[in-house]
């Protein structure tokens, strides 16, 4: 399953809503200066027609700011977050999650954006250093309904600017979105979670993703990055032993094990159904030496590479 993009979130919420994916789309943006748009909640949610508590659980290729305005809870790999009331929450492209409402009365607002949107010549930052958007936080903050009214009022002057024609709205709406980003970094975050009894179940089915969503290798200059058990566990924000450890209950292998198997099927695909060289394909899956990637490949299957290619002439 591969990450959700900007393009796929307009689609899905034109299905759900079923309006035209233009009539969602902000007015006047250009591509150069990234993607940005803001939505308020209750209005999203009386337009609905599927259930507004659909959400899958997904990586998304797109940053989130949400202010959270009901009871609802948000789900990580191996944590539930319980949201009384007020919150906001920071979602990263790095972190899978789903959102879940708990009843009827929502009325939040949330903006969505691209990291070029804050590119460091146009923020002076770079988002994935801050501790909002690391790998392994907890971007949850819960805040009292006076701060939530202060964000309320954040949120409402971006949709203001974006119904305006001033030749410089982007840039002003950037600025209200550092807003948000520098108030939550000087919250609290959420701390007290449940950990779900389904949990373990839901660690494993995302690494699984996570370690398919980098196949097929579709060209020689696509790297297969994510190698290593704690490669993954820090895209789960969690231990790297606790990972083993649930993958070895539920599956009964260890993730070097599932990493090594799934490596291993890739490269008898690209030895056998291209005509890439073997150096290019070492580099592809991961090894930036020939001699690396050919040791590994005998070590697994007492056969070398060139071996399996020529069985498939």
């Not at 995302?206 to 969503?213: G, K, N």
């Not at 580099?283 to 071996?307: V, W």
Request: proline letters at 4%.
């Amino acid at each position: 399953m591969k990450a959700l993009t900007i393009d796929d979130f307009y689609k899905d919420t034109a299905r759900a809503t079923q309006e035209n994916v233009n009539s969602l789309l902000p007015p006047g943006i250009k591509k150069e200066i990234g993607h940005f748009n803001v939505f308020s909640v209750a209005d999203l949610v009386t337009r609905y027609k599927a259930d507004p508590r659909s959400m899958v659980y997904n990586q998304r290729e797109y940053y989130k700011v949400s202010l959270i305005r009901g009871k609802s809870m948000v789900e990580y790999a191996d944590k539930v977050i319980e949201v009384a009331q007020y919150a906001l929450l920071f979602a990263t492209p790095k972190i899978p999650y789903r959102w879940v409402p708990l009843d009827e009365d929502q009325k939040g607002f949330f903006c969505v954006f691209t990291g070029d949107f804050l590119l460091p010549s146009k923020s002076g930052m770079v988002l994935d250093e801050l501790p909002l958007f690391r790998p392994g936080g907890c971007p949850v903050f819960q805040i009292s309904a006076s701060q939530a009214d202060e964000m309320v009022l954040i949120y409402q002057k971006m949709q203001q600017e974006m119904a305006s024609t001033y030749l410089y709205k982007y840039d002003l709406i950037r600025n209200f979105l550092m807003e948000l980003i520098h108030y939550g970094q000087k919250l609290e975050p959420l701390t007290t979670y449940n950990y779900s009894h389904n949990a373990s179940a839901r660690i494993s089915s995302l690494f699984i993703e996570l370690l398919e969503r980098q196949f097929p290798i579709a060209s020689p200059e696509q790297k297969f990055t994510l190698r290593t058990a704690k490669d993954f566990a820090d895209r789960l924000s969690v231990h790297s032993n606790h990972l083993n450890k649930v993958l070895k209950e539920n599956t009964g292998k260890t993730t070097t094990e599932h990493i090594t198997n799934r490596l291993i099927q890739e490269a008898k695909i690209l030895l056998k159904q291209t005509d890439w060289n073997i150096s290019e394909i070492a580099y592809s899956l991961g090894f930036e030496q020939l001699s690396h990637f050919s040791s590994f490949f005998k070590k697994q299957t007492h056969l070398s590479p060139i071996e399996i290619r020529t069985e498939a002439m």
